[in-house]
C-alpha cells in the first residue's frame, strides 16, 4: 500500500517495555522521525535515525530499522505514565514528511 | 529552543467566513508547513513554502489558500469556510537541509457552524 502503517493502540503497564511499530512505504527515504502527541497539544520531535544505521539510542528510546522490511520501530524502557500520548512514525519523502496515523499508547500504573 | 506559535488556540467561525490562521517561528527555518489533523485521517498536508512568496500544494489544498510574505510567518487562509474544515491546524517549520527536523506549534482547533 502507499500509506505509512501502524497500529492503532498499545497498553503497558508502568515499569514495562512498550513497542511501536512502523511499516513504511519508500526504500529511500533517507530519514525517518518518530514524534510524540500528548492531547491537546502538538506534535514533539523525539528522535530520528539515519536510513544507513540499524540501531540508534538515545536514553530510554531505542529506534530499530529494518531496511529490506521497511520496518522501524521504537522501544520506551521503563515506561512511565508521562508516556501516555500518541506516536507518530514518519518517512521523508523529497522534503516534506509522510506520517502513519498514529500509535496510542496507554500506560497504566 | 525552537518556538513556533499559532494565533489561537481554539477558533469557531461560521459557515462562509473568511478565516485566517496565522503562525510565526524564530528559528530562522526556510521551510513551513500546514497540516490538518483528523481522528482516524492523522495528518495530512494541506501546503507548504520553502521561501518566502513560495508555496507548493499539499495533498489536500482545496479549499485553502497560504500567503508567505515574510520569512518568520506564514498564514494559511479558508476563503469560505465550510463545516468540512473543522479540525486540528498544526503548522510547522524545519530547516532546508537533512535532517529536516520538522518542529510543530501547539494547534489552533477551528470548528466551523
Known amino acids: 500500500g502507499e500509506d505509512v502503517e501502524q497500529s492503532l493502540f498499545l497498553s503497558v503497564r508502568e515499569g514495562d517495555s512498550s513497542v511501536i511499530n512502523c511499516t513504511y512505504t519508500?526504500?529511500?527515504?533517507?530519514?525517518l522521525y518518530w514524534y510524540k502527541q500528548e492531547p491537546g497539544a502538538g506534535l514533539q520531535l523525539l528522535t530520528y535515525?539515519?536510513?544507513?544505521?540499524d540501531m540508534k539510542q538515545d536514553q530510554r528510546l531505542t529506534v530499530l530499522l529494518n531496511k529490506k522490511d521497511k520496518h522501524l520501530s521504537l522501544r520506551i524502557a521503563d515506561t512511565q505514565t508521562g508516556d501516555s500520548a500518541i506516536y507518530f512514525c514518519?518517512?521523508?519523502?523529497?522534503?516534506?514528511?509522510?506520517f502513519g496515523k498514529g500509535t496510542m499508547l496507554l500506560v497504566s500504573p | 529552543d525552537v518556538k513556533v506559535t499559532q494565533s489561537s488556540r481554539y477558533l469557531v467561525k461560521r459557515t462562509g467566513e473568511k478565516v485566517f490562521l496565522e503562525c510565526v517561528q524564530d528559528m530562522d527555518h526556510e521551510n513551513m508547513f500546514w497540516y490538518r489533523q483528523d481522528p482516524g485521517l492523522g495528518l495530512r498536508l494541506i501546503y507548504f513554502s520553502y521561501d518566502v512568496k513560495m508555496k507548493e500544494k499539499g495533498d489536500i489544498p482545496e479549499g485553502y489558500s497560504v500567503s508567505r510574505e515574510k520569512k518568520e510567518r506564514f498564514s494559511l487562509i479558508l476563503e469560505s469556510a465550510s463545516t468540512n474544515q473543522t479540525s486540528m491546524y498544526l503548522c510547522a517549520s524545519s530547516t532546508k537541509g537533512w535532517p529536516y527536523e520538522q518542529y510543530f506549534g501547539p494547534g489552533t482547533r477551528l470548528t466551523v457552524t
Open positions: 535515525i539515519f536510513s544507513n544505521m
Open positions: 514518519a518517512e521523508i519523502i523529497y522534503s516534506t514528511l509522510t
Open positions: 519508500d526504500s529511500s527515504s533517507t530519514y
